[in-house]
């Protein structure tokens, strides 16, 4: 029992040696490549009107209520 507690103990006293050793700072990036003029994407992003169409997030909820104003296009309009 004491040699079972003593095996516990040392392994946590390691892992926590390890822990304190690892440096915690990572990157994480992903991309796409999207085969399209700039333009055309440009109209797609900045016209709220066409997010339910391609938002993975609207894709994901499609009965999210969505509300948009100012035609949902140029400075001032907002998607809600």
Do not use: R
Request: net charge neutral.
């Amino acid at each position: 029992m004491i040699i079972a507690l003593i095996v516990i103990g040392v392994i946590i006293i390691g892992l926590f040696i390890w822990l304190l050793s690892i440096d915690g700072s990572y990157h994480v990036k992903k991309s796409m490549v999207v085969n399209t003029s700039k333009e055309k994407a440009f109209q797609l992003v900045s016209d709220f009107n066409t997010w339910q169409a391609w938002s993975p997030w609207l894709c994901m909820e499609p009965e999210a209520k969505v509300t948009i104003s100012n035609n949902g296009v140029g400075i001032g309009a907002v998607n809600a």
